[in-house]
């Protein structure tokens, strides 16, 4: 039997190096790569894109729809990793586990966007309450989160682990730092477009002093609403949604022994897993709600969404390298 021929456009960057170490270590594909010498000529590019079974881009937003723009085959498959297609009309959104019949729609797909890890996070706590009506679609949203510094990319990693080796672990660069003070951050569009929000959410991002890990919180005023849901009301919803899913896995409610000491949600927690793990802490007395989403920004928040595509637009089992 013919293995499949995949070809990782973008093998160098962060999130290229964890795909392509996943997928070095399978027997049930071919890996196709370019010499280091071509990585910038289009025709050399274009020839592999064309030739092989999925192409998968991780590039920055412009050098993917260069990619993109090389494409000239019928049959190949593209699973880009960058922001430029995530809201694209001709798209399927790579987010197997968002709304019933996503799977379907992946597997036959000639082009599929691969989500960001801030919207992973997102999308997996509150699509659920938009979906059962739990929660109107002009209710405000407001989403404050923290990732590891390796969702910056190669320029921040090399940063925070270059002022770690000259520090001698003594310091920080910055223990935790907001960013995206302008607004208008580049997941926000996608978050809006994929929950169902008549409205964009208002997002706060934040960076901390560790590796990898994230956490995802949103807050809700359940005080606002004519008739408030009940804590339990929103973790039933949301455990009934994902109901069998083995990557976006629902904590039990108010699960005392998945906080480090009892009382804090470790961001590392999910690290090295393609898992999402969505909690509901609620004060119904107050009638106030938190959802918080936990992942690894480089697993189930980048390279570990990109294999389990992958699996799906070759109809393998999902789970394959992960």
């Not at 991002?205 to 807050?219: K, N, S, T």
């Not at 949301?238 to 039990?252: L, T």
Request: glycine share 8%.
């Amino acid at each position: 039997m013919t293995k499949p021929k995949i070809f990782i456009d973008g093998e160098s960057g962060t999130t290229g190096l964890q795909i392509y170490s996943r997928l070095s270590q399978r027997d049930d594909i071919e890996l196709m790569s370019i010499d280091a010498s071509k990585r910038r000529d289009a025709s050399e590019r274009a020839k592999l894109i064309n030739a092989v079974d999925v192409a998968i881009l991780c590039l920055p937003d412009d050098a993917a729809r260069e990619a993109v723009s090389l494409v000239t085959s019928t049959t190949v498959k593209i699973l880009d990793a960058s922001t430029a297609y995530r809201t694209a009309k001709d798209w399927v959104y790579g987010f197997p586990e968002l709304n019933p019949g996503q799977r379907e729609q992946i597997a036959k797909a000639q082009f599929v966007s691969n989500p960001g890890c801030y919207p992973t996070g997102f999308l997996a706590c509150i699509r659920p309450l938009l979906a059962k009506n739990l929660i109107p679609k002009h209710f405000p949203i407001t989403i404050n989160a923290v990732s590891g510094y390796s969702g910056g990319g190669k320029n921040l990693i090399k940063q925070y682990d270059t002022y770690h080796e000259q520090q001698a672990g003594t310091a920080s660069l910055y223990p935790y730092g907001i960013y995206g003070l302008q607004f208008g951050h580049k997941h926000v569009k996608e978050m809006h477009q994929h929950s169902g929000l008549a409205s964009p959410p208002l997002f706060v991002p934040a960076v901390g002093d560790f590796e990898q890990g994230m956490l995802v919180q949103i807050p809700l005023p359940l005080w606002t609403l004519d008739n408030p849901p009940s804590g339990e009301a929103i973790h039933e919803a949301i455990a009934d949604y994902y109901q069998g899913e083995k990557f976006v896995q629902v904590a039990s409610y108010k699960e005392p022994s998945l906080l480090r000491e009892g009382t804090f949600l470790d961001a590392t927690a999910m690290n090295d897993t393609n898992v999402v793990q969505v909690f509901v802490f609620a004060n119904d007395s107050t009638q106030e709600a938190l959802l918080v989403a936990r992942l690894d920004n480089l697993g189930k928040g980048a390279s570990g969404a990109a294999i389990q595509n992958l699996n799906i637009m070759l109809g393998l089992p999902e789970e394959l390298g992960l």
